[in-house]
Nanobody, 126 residues
């Protein structure tokens, strides 16, 4: 079974940067190119929302407008790891960030992702 391990969260001041990592394992007769990997986040009291998604090494899902230019997703197929580089962080970016995997094309519907990591907390102080 596919397993995901998210890491890299922490406490950062407004304007700072973090890079989240998602290590993926458990492929059977497949590799990272056969899955879409998505980053999602959920703040207290809010709906889970899509941040960015990558499929076949191509950034196929753009972050919402307020994230564009600040968040970048990338993949290292050799390491089976997907990264989320977050720059110019704002207090409203505070949330638990999750990575998830699905077969087939990427999309923003978190319900379509069948495999989830445990989440990593990102806290941005003002």
């Amino acid at each position: 079974e596919v397993q995901l391990q998210a890491s890299g969260g922490g406490l950062v001041q407004s304007g700072g940067s973090l890079r989240l990592s998602c290590a993926i394992s458990g492929f059977r007769n497949a590799d990272l190119d056969d899955y879409a990997i998505g980053w999602f986040r959920q703040a207290p009291g809010k709906e889970r929302e899509a941040v960015s998604c990558i499929s076949r090494g191509i950034d196929t899902l753009q972050s919402p407008e307020y994230m564009k230019g600040r968040f970048t997703v990338s993949a290292d197929n050799a390491e089976n790891t997907v990264y989320l580089q977050m720059n110019s962080l704002k207090p409203e970016d505070t949330a638990v960030y999750y990575c998830a995997a699905k077969s087939g094309p990427a999309d923003t519907d978190y319900g379509s992702y069948g495999y989830w990591g445990q989440g990593t907390q990102v806290t941005v102080s003002s």
